[in-house]
């Protein structure tokens, strides 16, 4: 029988792209899920911010794992959960707390308080996340080059290490869609890259070779502003 992990997997060979709507909570999951989409994505800002805390690991571990696993429960999709730099955990831990979720995926970043991580030592933590899950994981390896000053050739260095240490998917977050094609060739194999509302759209990534699109907290923005917006017509 195949496992949620390796119908998620496959996913991110062949067939369509692969569109991840990122939810924070049961509800947006399951309309996600309603909608048609193949799989369902969590963001960490949005979970964050639902549970009282701002992006950026502040909030406690036992929260996020909670909240997460409240969303794998509420869908029969896949879920892929974003688990920022994944809180301290030794990997061990790590992965048993991404599987009792009953997630098929994690995002795992490279920066902590805004400070890229060195690619060795991030490199070596993917690996050893790898080992301990097996195939039973899915790792997007994020690359916060971009967000964080630096250029390409960092961007495709920390890439193809990253996938040497058994990431299945790398995600150079915020690359600017002119160079976008450059870091996907570059560092080869499947490739995350980042949608928003008001651009860059699905298309726009796609086209220069992305095979797997995610939207971060920009769902959860953009109706998090409608609300704003909607509440002075009802005083």
Known sequence: MTSGAEQFRALHHGGPPLILPNAWDPVSARIMAEAG???????????????GYDDGQLTPPAEMF???????????????????????LAPKEFVERVLDAGVVGCNLEDSV?????????????LAEVR?????????????????????????????????????????????????LAEVVEGIGGPINAHA???????????????????YGTSIH???????????????
């Open 37 to 51: 989409f193949a799989a369902v994505a969590t963001s960490s800002g949005a979970v964050a911010r639902v549970l």
């Open 131 to 179: 080992a301990a899950a097996g195939a039973d994981l899915v790792i997007n390896a994020r690359v916060d080059v971009f967000i964080r000053g630096g250029g390409v050739a960092d961007a495709i260095a920390r890439g193809r290490a990253y996938r040497r240490a058994g990431a299945d998917c790398v995600y150079p977050i915020m690359a600017p869609t002119d160079v």
């Open 66 to 88: 909670a909240a997460v696993a409240q969303i794998a429960r509420a869908i029969d999709v896949p879920v892929t959960a974003d688990l920022e730099a994944g809180y301290g």
């Open 221 to 235: 923005t953009h109706l998090m502003n409608n609300l704003r917006d909607l509440l002075p017509s009802l005083a």
């Open 196 to 214: 928003a509302i008001g651009g860059p759209t699905s298309g726009e990534v796609i086209a220069a070779g992305a095979h797997r699109i995610s």
């Open 113 to 125: 308080d805004r400070v890229l991580t060195d690619p060795a030592r991030q490199a070596d933590y």
